[in-house]
């Protein structure tokens, strides 16, 4: 505590004293107002003039007791105001304490110490909502920077890669720092005003997400070639030019999803939710389902055009039947 804040409160508690005192000496004559010889004159008895002043003494003593009580109730009031107001600093700092050492872990060499840095990100966020948006932007990043793919680049990978890459060992073994990120990222607390999530560009080849809540994120050109992703929501998500070759979709949600030029053959997506997805390609090739399942795939309302590709046997016949909406072409 400062000279400065220590000496407002000594000033405050002096003030606040002598209000008190002021308020017990002045305010019971106000509301009753001591007998004088005058008012007591015309009573002949004095053993009523006496029983008159002493009931006089205890109106006013009635007066000064409800002042003091509502005095102690003031200080219980402002006691308790300045315990919670401790109590949130503490708190605060303490917060701070571990979010601070919780960006040093998941800067640290150690891929142990790195996952532990996650969890304790996890938990802030869980315990402390002004902080989510920062957490899942710092996720985001850890994700970029640590598994790229950045497509598109002079020395980047082709994508999508020639083949699927079927010895690939799944993400929790050879990255498990990432999938713990991703993991936390898509069990992140729901808000009226999610922000996006952004990994674009990302290798993201065998990882497991199942049930996870990424809707509105940003995927474009990312690699999930291979990935689990059975009941994830995808709702509104960007994965343009997304490899998801091989991917296990089935249960997931992608309506309003845009999959245009997205790399799907071979996914599986069975009882996914395509309802209002947009498979287009425009000049250039549209989504390839070429070989994906989808056996009681939800696509009413999906986009396609004549880029789209569908897989063998699912001709305009069968797909007018789906709902789904062909521009003409």
């Known amino acids: 505590m400062t000279r400065r804040v220590l000496w407002g409160v000594v000033a405050g508690a002096v ?4 209000v008190v005192l002021v308020s017990l000496a002045w ?4 509301l009753f107002p001591p007998l004088t010889d005058a008012d007591l004159s015309a009573i ?5 003039r006496i029983r008159l002043r002493q009931e006089q003494s205890q109106l006013q003593n009635g007066v000064r007791s409800t002042l003091l009580q509502l005095t102690a109730g003031l200080l219980v009031v402002a006691g308790a105001g300045a315990t919670w107001r401790q109590v949130h600093v503490n708190r605060e700092g303490q917060l701070t304490e571990r979010f601070t050492r919780a960006v040093d872990q998941i800067g640290s060499d150690n891929q142990d110490v790195r996952i532990g840095g996650l969890y304790a990100l996890e938990r802030i966020a869980r315990n402390s909502p002004a902080d989510r948006d920062t957490i899942q932007f710092m996720l985001g990043a850890f994700v970029r920077n640590h598994s790229p ?3 598109g680049s002079p020395d980047g990978p082709a994508h ?6 079927e010895q690939l060992p799944w993400m929790r073994v050879r990255a498990p720092d990432i999938q713990v990120a991703m993991g936390v990222l898509g069990r992140r607390p729901a808000s009226w005003n999610q922000p996006v999530v952004f990994l674009s560009r990302v290798d993201l080849r065998s990882v497991a997400l199942r049930d996870s809540r990424l809707g509105g994120a940003q995927l474009r050109y990312s690699n999930l070639a291979r990935a689990v992703l059975a009941g994830i929501h995808l709702e509104h998500a ?5 490899d998801l070759r ?3 979709l089935e249960r997931a949600h992608l309506a309003e999803a845009n999959l245009g030029r997205a790399h799907l053959r071979g996914a599986n997506l069975r009882h996914a939710d395509l309802s209002g997805a947009d498979l287009r390609g425009a000049d ?3 989504a390839d389902l070429t070989d994906a399942r989808l056996d009681r795939t939800v696509l009413a309302g999906a986009r396609a055009d004549a880029s789209t590709v569908w897989p063998d046997g699912f001709d305009r016949e069968r797909r007018q039947a789906r709902g789904i909406t062909e521009d003409a072409g």
């Open 238 to 242: 960007d994965l343009t030019s997304a």
């Open 149 to 151: 793919w950045p497509a």
């Open 284 to 286: 250039v090739r549209g």
């Open 160 to 165: 999508p890669t020639e083949e699927v890459d």
């Open 27 to 30: 305010v019971p004559g106000v």
């Open 15 to 18: 003030l606040f004293l002598g």
């Open 246 to 248: 091989r991917s296990y």
């Open 44 to 48: 002949p008895a004095a053993e009523t």
